[in-house]
Nanobody
Framework: QLQASGGGFVQPGGFLRLSCTAS????????IGWFRQAPGKEREGVAY????????DYTDRVKGRFTISKDSAKNTVFLQMNGLNPEDTGIYYC???????????????????????WGQGTLVTVSS
């Protein structure tokens, strides 16, 4: 089970840190992805962390502003979000993928259908 938290209301230029804590599984054995969904839009991948391949990447829209990290001792993945703007508003979900964890290819890391365990989402609102 995944528990996402840390969302809230923030003004443009502000920051938030999201957390995704797992129970019953060890996040070191999965690829972890952060996704978001804005009202009326499709779910999009934001960042992923693959500890097996030591691989991290971000969608271009957040590069340089967001940082994904993992604390194995706490079995938690974080998403530090700086320089937030209204386009970052949405519900943020964390998810795990076993198939992507073992995949040597990095072409489908933001494909939601390849993630099989999802947290409940946490709402991020960026507005003045």
């Amino acid at each position: 089970q995944l528990q996402a938290s840390g969302g809230g209301f923030v003004q443009p230029g502000g920051f938030l840190r999201l957390s995704c804590t797992a129970s019953e599984i060890h996040l070191d054995s999965y690829q972890i992805g952060w996704f978001r969904q804005a009202p009326g839009k499709e779910r999009e991948g934001v960042a992923y962390y693959n500890s097996r391949g030591d691989s991290i990447d971000y969608t271009d829209r957040v590069k340089g502003r967001f940082t994904i990290s993992k604390d194995s001792a706490k079995n938690t993945v974080f998403l530090q979000m700086n320089g937030l703007n209204p386009e970052d508003t949405g519900i943020y979900y964390c998810a795990t993928s076993e198939i992507l964890y073992y995949s040597p290819f990095r072409t489908q890391d933001f494909t939601p259908d390849l993630y099989d365990r999802w947290g409940q989402g946490t709402l991020v609102t960026v507005s003045s």
